[in-house]
């Protein structure tokens, strides 16, 4: 019988996420690749696929070639990660849709949110900086007819600025100014119509993101 890789990966990734949430493994508890392998009947090539996904994750340290260690972790910041991939992959499909349109932006409108964001970074508005981002990727779905997904970026800002949650402001102090000059480099790559580069800093963005997270 042929086994699915990916969907078996997948399956060893969810118990292990799980066990590493539920603190089920304890902060410096090691993981070998070949007792991994040997505990769910698979190759070592299978488990390790699982063990690098949740090194991205924040969740382990690769230690050693075939070993990994539980790495301190935070439910917060593990939740924040997996809306920042939805997040990201939502901005990587409007810009294929602009690609496949082929259709060139209104840059008027998205400047001037680019222009605003910097200026609430300058003058530690965070507010307006949040705002101005929002407006920004709600104009870019609008012109990439893709209003379906304009509200995904404020239902993370939510989320990130409730009332109580210290966490997820740090994020944003931590993240804007980065967050600003890339906005600003990712119209300049749609202006010119350079899909690929777009997509490029998408994928930066998003993997600096990742390292405030799990650093």
Known sequence: MMLNNERV???????????????????????EVQNLAAEFGVSSH????????LCQRGLLNQVATD??????????????????????????????KLKETNIPI???????????MKMGVNKHDYLAYIQASERFYIELCKQA????????????????????????KKFLLMSSMCTAEATGLLLMALED??????????????????SLLVD
């Open 145 to 168: 007819n893709m209003d379906i997904l304009d509200k995904s970026l404020q239902t993370i800002n939510k989320q990130l600025t409730a009332f109580d949650d210290i966490f997820g």
């Open 106 to 116: 209104v840059k008027k409108p998205l400047s001037m949110h680019v222009e605003a």
């Open 9 to 31: 990966a997948d399956e060893i990734y969810a118990s292990i996420k799980k066990a590493v949430l539920c603190q089920d493994y304890k902060i410096g508890d090691t993981i």
């Open 46 to 53: 299978i488990a390790e696929q699982a063990l690098q996904l």
């Open 67 to 96: 070993m990994y260690s539980v790495k301190e972790t935070h439910g917060k910041e593990f939740y924040y990660s997996g809306r920042f991939q939805i997040m990201f992959l939502n901005m990587e499909y409007i810009i294929q």
């Open 193 to 210: 119509r350079a899909y690929d580069q777009a997509k490029s800093i998408v994928q930066e963005l998003y993997n600096y993101y990742i």
